[in-house]
């Protein structure tokens, strides 16, 4: 009080959500600048320390190439639909690498990000969301390994190469959904860090990343669809490759799978989120 005079100082009431509306877009889009420093902040702690800095980001899916072009390709002798088997396993390659690690990262962000989450507000959301994006910027640096072996096997991109963000962006659907259920249910059960990586490796066979889809029976193809990576590994394929058309109802399929994938996610999140600071 400076002249005797109470001054009122207005109060912000902190609730838990309810419902669907418990995910407000209008509250994340206010938070836009947090959500960059959290990229920004993942991007810089993943090399911090690191011998070879981002030369993993292009060492880990070329090094898998070789391994899978010796097994798979010389020795098992798997199709790749007339392409070169070591472009074929890279193009499936890259998206699947990026959704791979952007899962493992979302994963543990929450409890990585503990001590924020007990003192200050914000939407929870961005946490896991943030490390999923900061894997892209792995997968845009390996593409300079793709755009060398194109060049090798004398492979021009068509005018269908202009398509090659949405694949990318179904695969970050993907993986913040994913990430966002693996992020809550790690808060609860901190084992699921160990379930994580099994996970990934299971998922791997499941995608065509080292066969094409070509070689499974009509029969099982359906169940294939159901992996919404399948979709992006072969609508990534295919927009670099030009060796088979895209196929767009599949495509929309695996899109479809993709949407349902985050909004089961942000759902459960949205439920869990009352209790993170108890319990984190």
Known sequence: MIDGSETSVPAVVVKPSRGWSGIRLRELFQYRELLYFLT??????????????????????????????????????ISSDGAPYPIFSYAGLLPWTYFANAVSLSSSSLVASSNMIRKVYFPRMLVPIGATLAGLVDYLIAMSILAAMMLYYHITPGLQILLLPLPIIMSFITAAGVGLWLSALNVQFRD??????????????????????SIVPEAYRWLLRLNPMTGVVEFHRAIILQTRAVDWAAMLVSLGVCLAVFAAGAVYFRRMERSFADVI
């Open 192 to 213: 699921v860090k160990y379930v994580v990586p099994f996970l990934i490796q299971a998922w791997l066979f499941l995608t065509p990343v080292i066969y094409p889809t």
């Open 40 to 77: 920004w902040r993942d991007i810089k702690v993943r090399y911090k320390q690191t011998l070879l800095g981002a030369t993993w980001a292009v060492l880990q899916p070329f090094l898998t190439m070789i391994i899978f072009t010796i097994f798979f390709g010389k020795i098992a002798g």
